[in-house]
């Protein structure tokens, strides 16, 4: 495996015959929606096949898989193109095989919006373990909100081999967190045992495997009553075969002031988990000046401290699967907007704009002008920043990684992730 940096003059062709691969091959793992528009400085992955095949008629993913001694399950993942469809057609070459040596087994979550796209949800699924889905909500005395129409997303997850997750968060109907929530039910027994008890009527209805907690902005004199509520949740879900993951603000010490770090003891709600994911992103952030989403240093900072709290096998550190769209010069409180990774590139191509690399926070970005001649400066990840944040998770042998979120496509990481780990597929 290799990643490759676009120069001028390059053609997907050209760079196809170096490694001795084929353009369509480098378009599928890359996520290319126009082959022919390469942008200067654009970072592709490059992988060979160590064994591929020719569809023929009336053969089926499943009929190829067992010929090979594989499964459809890998034909998917080492297949982007194929989105999770079962639906091939004689002439089509695929890959059985990559040349590439299998990594380390890595837990690999994801979170995702029941609205999501059904294509874009089959086709990353073959490369997480669970799927987290956003969000139950609740009362103050303990009812939960309903998240209507998960029904199929959880299934669709199941049929597939991945775990769905039932998030629970504290929101407000407008979808903000809300701190006298968590204050209110938390301290409230009868609220409490009653949010339990709804918690469990609705794993076992919706046919969830694991639960998540996402609760953000918890006050600093909440702390302790916060780990107590996961302390009681910790063992009930265990017995009853259930994965308990609990999301944590990016702290570099025990002590960070700021109400989105005060409530989380790392200590104690990791040891109450299964698993822990660090929401190691939003430096950078839409109403904050224009920066790394994920700038490999605060996220290292984060995982370093993480693990002076927390064993490494139960540390999933966070990935975004998003950048920033900021127009320059930056105006405090101006909104920047959000976009897809494969979208900034398609921006950058628009634009003519050849895309840099910034060694420091190991993440792409570049400028560009619109026709009325304002700028604007995007950072998004790629390849390059993908394998910064995998490499981090070797080095420090954390159990894996999770993705805030997997509404946008990004086939380019998953084929890395396909390339470089060996994606664990049980809980």
Same mark, same amino acid.
């Given at each position: 495996?290799?990643?490759?940096? +676009?120069?001028? &003059?390059? !053609? /997907?062709?050209? #760079?196809?015959?170096? *490694? ?5 091959? =480098? ?27 020719? +569809?023929?008629? &009336?053969? !089926? /993913?499943?009929? #190829?898989?067992?010929? *090979? ?5 890998? =034909? ?352």
């Amino acid at each position: 495996m290799d990643i490759y940096v +676009v120069k001028a &003059g390059d !053609t /997907l062709n050209n #760079i196809a015959r170096q *490694y001795g691969v084929t353009a369509t091959l =480098l378009a599928n793992i890359n996520g290319l929606g126009n082959p022919d528009r390469l942008v200067v400085g654009q970072a592709l992955l490059i992988a060979v096949p160590e064994e591929q095949h020719t +569809v023929r008629q &009336g053969e !089926t /993913l499943y009929s #190829i898989s067992m010929a *090979y001694q594989t499964s459809v399950e890998a =034909l998917y993942r080492n297949n982007p193109q194929l989105m999770g469809s079962p639906l091939i057609y004689p002439g089509q070459v695929l890959v059985i095989s990559y040349r590439e040596p299998l990594g380390r087994l890595l837990t690999v979550g994801g979170y995702a919006f029941p609205f999501i796209e059904r294509m874009l949800l089959r086709g990353t699924l073959p490369y997480l373990t669970m799927l987290s889905v956003f969000a139950y909500g609740f009362t103050a005395a303990g009812d939960l909100v309903p998240l209507t129409d998960d029904e199929e997303v959880v299934m669709i997850a199941r049929s597939m081999g991945s775990f769905p997750y039932m998030v629970l968060a504290p929101l407000t109907a407008d979808g903000q967190f809300d701190s006298d929530l968590i204050t209110r039910t938390l301290r409230n027994p009868q609220s409490r045992m009653h949010l339990i008890r709804e918690i469990f009527a609705t794993l076992e209805e919706k046919g969830y495997q694991g639960l998540d907690l996402d609760f953000e902005y918890v006050r600093a004199e909440d702390a302790e009553v916060f780990v107590s509520f996961a302390q009681e949740l910790s063992p009930l879900l265990k017995a009853a075969g259930y994965g308990f993951n609990i999301a944590l603000a990016p702290k570099y010490h025990a002590q960070q002031p700021g109400l989105l770090y005060e409530g989380h003891d790392y200590h104690g709600l990791g040891q109450a988990a299964a698993t822990v994911l660090l929401m190691t992103y939003e430096w950078g952030y839409s109403y904050g000046p224009p920066m790394a989403v994920a700038p490999i240093r605060e996220v290292r900072r984060v995982a370093q401290y993480a693990l002076t709290e927390i064993p490494a096998d139960k540390i999933l550190l966070g990935i975004p699967n998003y950048g920033y769209d900021w127009t320059l010069p930056y105006v405090e409180g101006r909104r920047a907007q959000s976009i897809g990774n494969q979208e900034a590139l398609d921006i950058a191509a628009q634009n003519n704009a050849g895309i840099r690399f910034d060694l420091e926070a190991m993440s792409p970005y570049f400028h560009y002008f619109t026709p009325e001649g304002v700028e604007h400066v995007v950072w998004f990840e790629d390849a390059r920043s993908i394998m910064a944040k995998l490499s981090l998770i070797e080095e420090l042998q954390l159990k894996g990684a999770s993705y805030w979120t997997i509404m946008r496509p990004f086939i380019q990481n998953w084929m890395l992730l396909n390339l470089t780990q060996t994606i664990k597929r049980s809980l």
